[in-house]
C-alpha cells in the first residue's frame, strides 16, 4: 500500500463497481478438480453454433495483429438484413453493457434524471450514477399470488417528467425474467415524450417464444426515440467474446459514434459473431433446450413449495419467503453456484441460470439439502 488516495471526478467517486456476483476464477480454483455447476451468469451451456468454432480454429492471423474493421460493417451488414433495418440504424459494443453506459454518456448530464424499474438490470442504477444524474427508480408491480414483480409501464410512463433525460426498461428483464407485450410497449411509448429517448434491453430476445412480446424493433419506425439493444452473449452463446448491438434511429446511432472507441469489438468478435447469426437451426435447439431444461427446474423448485417467476428467459427467480443467502451457501458448498440478489434488493431470492443437463441435475439433487 502506498497510501495514494485517488481522487476520482465528481460522480465516480460516489460510484460502486458492477458486481458479479462471485468471483468464479478463484470458486473454480477451489473446486478443481471439480467442476463447478456455474448457474450464475445466465449463460448459454450450448454456447455457439459447430461452425463458430470451426472458423476459431482457422482463423488467419491477420485477424490478431491487424487492427479490427472500426465500423465493423460486415457484421452490421448481416445483423441489418436480418433486422430489416439499415445498416446506418446499428452500432455494435464490446457487450451491450458498453452501449447501456455509452447511451447515458451521451444523452444525460449530471442532475438530469434517468427513469427504470425497481429490479431492472444492475447496469442502468451504474450508468445513471456514472454520469451524475438522478435515478427515478419506479416501485415494479407486487408479488402477489401467482403475479411476478413486473415492471409497471403505467407508472414507469408516469415517472417520465421534464428533467427525464433517458428511459431505460428490459424486456424480457433480468432479474425476475419477466416480460411485457408489444402492444403494451407501443401504449408506453404513445405517452412518453418523444423527445426522451428510451433505450429497450432485449438481452434475452433470443430466448422470447411468445409472438404477443415480439420485438421493439417493430415499433423503430413508429418511434424515433427509441432504442433497441441486443447481445451475442445469451442466446448465441458467445459472451466471452463482447458484442452487442444498438438498434436504434440513424442520428442516435451517430452520436453514440462520436464516444464510441474506434476498435471498441476486437477482429475475432466481430467475424465470429457474424458467423454465429448464420446458423438459425442452433438458436432453435438453444430455444427447446433452453424451454425443456427451465420447465424442469421451475418444477422442481415449485414441488418444493418456491414461489417461481415465470420466466422467458434462460434463468429463473426464485422467491424462498426467508433469508436465500444460507440457502444459496449450501448450493455453493456442493459447487453449484447461483447468483444472490441482495444487491437487487430481493434478499430472499435467487437467480438460477438453465445450465447444462448434468448442472440442472446437481442443483435439484442439492436443493433439499440446500433449504434444510
Ligand atoms: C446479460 C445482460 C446484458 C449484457 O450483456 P453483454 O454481455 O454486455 O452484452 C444486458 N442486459 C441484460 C438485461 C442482461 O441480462
Known amino acids: 500500500m502506498s497510501g495514494f488516495a485517488p481522487r476520482p471526478t465528481g460522480p465516480v467517486a460516489a460510484l460502486k463497481a458492477y458486481d458479479p456476483g462471485h468471483d468464479l476464477p478463484a470458486l473454480r480454483a477451489r473446486a478443481?478438480?471439480?467442476?463447478?455447476?456455474e448457474l450464475g451468469s445466465n449463460e448459454n451451456p450450448l454456447g455457439p453454433p459447430p461452425a463458430v468454432l470451426d472458423a476459431l480454429h482457422r482463423l488467419p492471423v491477420a485477424e490478431v495483429f491487424r487492427y479490427?474493421?472500426?465500423?465493423g460493417l460486415a457484421l452490421r451488414r448481416s445483423l441489418a438484413a436480418r433486422l430489416d433495418v439499415d445498416p446506418s440504424m446499428i452500432a455494435l459494443g464490446n457487450g451491450s453493457h458498453e452501449l447501456l453506459m455509452l447511451l447515458a454518456q451521451c444523452f444525460v448530464a449530471p442532475g438530469d434524471e434517468v427513469v427504470f424499474s425497481e429490479?431492472?438490470?444492475a447496469v442502468f442504477?451504474?450508468?445513471?450514477?456514472?454520469?451524475?444524474a438522478?435515478?427515478?427508480?419506479?416501485?415494479?408491480?407486487?408479488?402477489?399470488g401467482d403475479a411476478p414483480r413486473g415492471h409497471d409501464l403505467a407508472a414507469l410512463?408516469?415517472?417520465v417528467g421534464p428533467g427525464a433525460r433517458l428511459v431505460f426498461v428490459a424486456n424480457p428483464n433480468n432479474p425476475t425474467g419477466t416480460w411485457f407485450t408489444r402492444d403494451a410497449l407501443?401504449?408506453?411509448l404513445r405517452t412518453i415524450d418523444p423527445r426522451v429517448p428510451v433505450v429497450v434491453d432485449e438481452a434475452y430476445h433470443e430466448y422470447v417464444d411468445d409472438p404477443a412480446v415480439g420485438s421493439a424493433v417493430e415499433l423503430l419506425a413508429a418511434f424515433p426515440n427509441l432504442v433497441v439493444t441486443r447481445t451475442f452473449s445469451k442466446g448465441y452463446g458467445l459472451a466471452g467474446l463482447r458484442v452487442g448491438y444498438a438498434v436504434g434511429d440513424p442520428a442516435t446511432i451517430d452520436v453514440l459514434n462520436r464516444l464510441r472507441e474506434s476498435f471498441n469489438v476486437n477482429a475475432v468478435a466481430l467475424e465470429l459473431?457474424?458467423?454465429a447469426l448464420d446458423d438459425p437451426g442452433h438458436l432453435e435447439r438453444v430455444r427447446a433446450f433452453n424451454r425443456d431444461q427451465r420447465a424442469r427446474l421451475a418444477a422442481g423448485l415449485a414441488a418444493r413449495g418456491l414461489f417461481v417467476h415465470p420466466s422467458m428467459t434462460n434463468f429463473v427467480l426464485v422467491d424462498f419467503d426467508r433469508p436465500a443467502a444460507p440457502i444459496e451457501a449450501r448450493w455453493l458448498a456442493r459447487g453449484v453456484v447461483v447468483r444472490p440478489m441482495g444487491g437487487y434488493g430481493l434478499p430472499t431470492c435467487l437467480r438460477i441460470s438453465v445450465g447444462a443437463v448434468a448442472e440442472n441435475d446437481r442443483l435439484l439433487a442439492h436443493l433439499d439439502e440446500a433449504l434444510s
Open 125 to 132: 442504477p451504474i450508468g445513471t450514477a456514472a454520469v451524475g
Open 134 to 144: 438522478t435515478p427515478v427508480r419506479v416501485p415494479a408491480l407486487p408479488r402477489a
Open 119 to 121: 429490479f431492472g438490470f
Open 186 to 188: 407501443r401504449e408506453f
Open 68 to 71: 479490427p474493421d472500426p465500423l
Open 32 to 37: 478443481a478438480p471439480a467442476a463447478l455447476a
Open 157 to 159: 410512463a408516469a415517472a
Open 273 to 275: 459473431a457474424r458467423i
